[in-house]
T-cell receptor, first 115, second 109 residues
């Protein structure tokens, strides 16, 4: 248990569906992250929020839409996804980007399959 | 471009020692991390190096040479539960983490 929870753990959706992934952190951190993890590839940073403000968007397609209502919650809204978007989506949090080690703590991920 | 290299897969025997190497080329350096990830689970933090040398934490140690762009994770007295993927990540000058693809470690009895 890392203090970061994600729901759902598994999700199967069609290309025309709309779904949302949820992340919650119980660590009192100020920053939250979305990563995509595909088999045998490095983690890909998608979005970063620091104090609820988006600070990074690494050229992610608009079919992925993040939302950060407060420092403890992060959502990833999905619509009209493609089969190549099938992957493990990981949420992470950290205390303060740019300060010291600022270790990131990860949730267990949502395994997404797009049919 | 920025790059982190680590072996794709390694096999070791229970009770033995294994060293997982990581080499990096990044724009700037603000620390190197090792994470462990069991199949289907969250990556969990193992170690952080920002200065050259060896950091020891129980059965696990991590070494850094900034001049060589090189780190290794040393696991001693291997146990079956150490079977996992080990991820190397470097924080660059923009304070972004650049990740390697991970090394899958298989422990055999």
């Amino acid at each position: 248990e890392t203090g970061v929870t994600q729901t759902p753990r598994h999700l199967v959706m069609g290309m025309t569906n709309k779904k949302s992934l949820k992340c919650e952190q119980h660590l009192g951190h100020n920053a939250m992250y979305w990563y995509k993890q595909s088999a045998k590839k490095p983690l890909e940073l998608m979005f970063v929020y620091n104090f609820k403000e988006q600070t990074e968007n690494n050229s992610v397609p608009s079919r992925f839409s993040p939302e950060c209502p407060n420092s403890s919650h992060l959502f990833l809204h999905l619509h009209t996804l493609q089969p190549e978007d099938s992957a493990l989506y990981l949420c992470a949090s950290s205390q303060d980007p740019g300060q010291g080690p600022d270790t990131q703590y990860f949730g267990p991920g949502t395994r997404l399959t797009v049919l | 471009g920025q790059n982190i290299d680590q072996p794709t897969e390694m096999t070791a025997t229970e009770g033995a020692i294994v060293q997982i190497n990581c080499t990096y080329q990044t724009s700037g350096f603000n620390g190197l991390f090792w994470y462990q990830q069991h199949a289907g689970e969250a990556p969990t933090f193992l170690s952080y190096n920002v200065l050259d040398g060896l950091e020891e934490k129980g059965r696990f140690s991590s070494f850094l040479s900034r001049s060589k762009g090189y780190s290794y994770l040393l696991l001693k007295e291997l146990q079956m539960k150490d079977s996992a993927s080990y991820l190397c990540a470097v924080r660059d000058s923009n304070y972004q983490l650049i990740w390697g693809a991970g090394t899958k470690l298989i422990i055999k009895p």
